[in-house]
């Protein structure tokens, strides 16, 4: 499968959650909250004959301004386990709209300020595993 497909179905995945937009790429003044998606990594050859491939991504959830009060609540809402959850979204169809065999987000880590021009922005990046042709 052609990573943009890969990409255009986390994509969807996660715009399933009311109100969190989804980029490709980090704006310079980015609108929060907004998950970025990007590649970080591809593992080649994981099966006999170039079967499967490991896509290691990165989704980039930036809920807001540090200064800001409720941003720490929103951050905990998608880093949990509930409807809003990034994880929940990710993993709601697995196979990407059949651009995967699987997919799996698996830990979230780089909880803190992210900057991004002139601003300080809270922010935390999601692990993502795509097994894929």
Request: glycine share 8%; aromatic share 6%; hydrophobic share 45%.
């Amino acid at each position: 499968m052609a990573i943009a497909e890969i990409r255009a179905g986390l994509a969807a995945n996660i715009a399933t959650i009311p109100g969190l937009r989804v980029a490709a790429e980090i704006k310079d003044n980015p609108s929060p909250p907004i998950a970025v998606i990007s590649l970080n990594n591809i593992s080649y050859d994981l099966a006999m004959a170039r079967g499967t491939t490991l896509y290691n991504f990165t989704v980039t959830l930036i809920v807001g301004r540090v200064a800001e009060r409720d941003a720490q609540r929103k951050l905990d809402a998608y880093a949990g386990n509930g409807e809003r959850s990034i994880k929940t979204a990710v993993q709601s169809d697995r196979q990407l709209g059949g651009a995967a065999f699987d997919c799996v987000l698996s830990e979230m880590s780089s909880l803190g300020a992210l900057n991004l021009g002139e601003q300080t922005y809270l922010a935390a990046d999601f692990s993502c595993r795509v097994y894929a042709e």
